[in-house]
């Protein structure tokens, strides 16, 4: 039953995946976003990991898809389905090549599975306890401190970035 | 259940280990202060060089005294991973002086280059001393993100908007590529560490295409066949410092931690990867035969130098992985890489402010006579390129090659050394460019100066000549 689930949940998320890529209006963009970080955490959850569900929904489903919402509202793409158009088409030419490298690393991840038995070393190993949230807090603040602490460095990194992309110059406005 | 004792405060070593990292963080910290008010501008240089200048210093600190694994195992302060710290930090410091006063249009925006630049040299330290695939995750993340908005910093040209994005594409895909086959990895042995990965039995299929996806993605972030399309284009399109940058800092933070996590491809790969390092040597060279813009020209030489560094990867696969040797050539070979790429870059970078025709090869012809300064560094620089003797990229070559034989993959160091007897052939054309051809007629020679331009190119001249001449400094000092 569990394993069937995951596999219903797996192929929305990968249904979804493709939605977001394929899709032309952008509303419909995001809401396929929406599918597939909610198939993530279901399947978050049927590993076990309840507070890293409850936090892909509250986080990515609640606060940065409402984000994206009001970005796309704002900037009133909704309605310029054009120029996303082109978009879909210029990507269509290399459609085959994305199905290539696609089908590649998934055969190829198939065959290592097959090969390898079920991949088992990390179930029996089991160091990481992330299924409670005192586990995930000792990992945070006590084995990956330093990444943790540095990756609020990237975040303000990651802004500045798109700060200096996005920002309109004084007579650029109208570009 | 939490243990206080995993929560502990953090312990002196800790901090000495990390300071060069806190160092560069307090400069981000401070160079975004200095920009709440108009008079606080100037400052802001300041911090960027005092907060490298006092990384450079902590990590020669830890160069003598290594403080060993800190934060619980995920960071190494080595002597290795200090020393690789103390290049990123020149490669900025280069980079970013020959950016002073390049950015025209742009003006308005330096703050933000400079400290973008800060956080992609913190992101490097990381890489460089992360002992797992999550701390190096977080680091090459820190590296690229700065890198794919300065790649794109002159958003009026389309080619630097078009470089920026072609770059963001492909190191998106890199990052998704190295997380897949870290996934793997860890469902395979069940460890992220690479202690524990040292210790785990890395045979099994499972781990090898984990290990396969890791490797080419590090084979995208140091642009090595069959990953290295997009090096041309990037690294024309983006804006000249931040190609001195990319070419020389990137470049050494994805092999330092590349020689890191080599062993955990199978020692029977090392001919595949002697194989792809030839190639690379190959499509570089020829590449670059047939360029006129120096900025492309250098670019296909960068590739070059990527695949003679990744002979490296395939010595110490081959021979013993733990073994300091191919480490300590590579270590050399990027020491002096750092000073000449860092130098022959920023000088393109110095002439381009003076109009962008002199990117072009046939606009130098002359130039000897006009600016024999910069020409001669240049000369000395494109010499140290091609691997003449007495300068730093003879011996960086020399010890990559000796330890390729050593190895006993004789057949890649025989094309290796052909090869870059064929690089020579375009590091001469400019040399000879530079000081045989006629001036062209009723063409305005480059005129920039800059003080602050002179004074770093004589210390790239300087570290080139130095290195080439006296290399037992470095060894002592660096390599023990």
Known sequence: MANLLFYLVSLGAVVGALGVVAARNPVVSVLSLLGTFFCLATIYLLAGFEFLAAAQILVYAGAIMVLFLFVIMLLNLGGQERPLMDHTLAMSRRLPLVVLVGVALAAVSFFAVARSGEAQAAAEAAPLQVDTLGGLAQMVFGTYLLPFELSSVLLLAAAIAVLVLAKRERGEAGR | MIHPANLEALTSTDLRGTAPMICVTAGIVLALLAEIAPALRPARGLAFVGSLLAAIAFELRLVA??????????????????????LFCCAALIAWTYGRRYYKEEAGHVAEHDLLMLCSTLGMMLMAGSRDLITFFVGLELLSVPLYSLAAFRRVRATSVEAGLRYFVLGAFAAGLFLYGSALVYAATGTVSLAGLHDASLGSPLALVGAALIAASLFFKVSVFPF????????????????????????????????????????????????????????????????????????????????????????????????????????????????????????????????ERFTKLESLRGLGRRR???????????????????????????FVFSSTLRADLVWASVIGVLLSVVALGYYLRVILTLWMLPEPEGERAPEVRRLSATLVTGVCAAMVLWLGLFPGWFLERFLN
């Open chain 2, 228 to 355: 290295h399309f997009w090096v041309p284009d990037v690294y024309q399109g983006s804006p000249t410092p931040v190609t001195t940058f990319m070419a020389t800092g990137t470049k050494a933070a994805g092999f330092a931690f590349l020689l890191e996590v080599a062993f955990v491809m199978p020692p029977s790969s090392a001919g595949l990867i002697a194989a792809i390092a030839v190639v690379t040597m190959a499509l570089g060279n020829l590449g670059a035969l047939v360029q006129s813009d120096l900025k492309r020209l250098f670019a296909y030489s960068a590739v070059a130098h990527a695949g003679t560094l990744l002979l490296v990867v395939a010595a110490s696969l081959a021979g013993d992985p733990r073994a300091a040797g191919p480490v300590d050539a590579a270590l050399y070979y990027m020491a002096a890489y750092v000073f000449t790429a860092g130098g022959a870059f920023g000088l393109v970078a110095l002439l381009e402010a003076d109009g």
């Open chain 2, 65 to 86: 005294d290594p403080a060993g694994e800190v934060f619980h195992g995920a960071f190494a302060a080595s002597s290795r991973s200090a020393t690789w710290g103390v």
């Open chain 2, 372 to 398: 024999p300064g910069i020409s001669a560094a240049l000369s000395l620089f494109m010499l140290s390129l091609g691997g003449f003797p007495a300068t730093g990229g003879f011996l960086g070559k020399y």
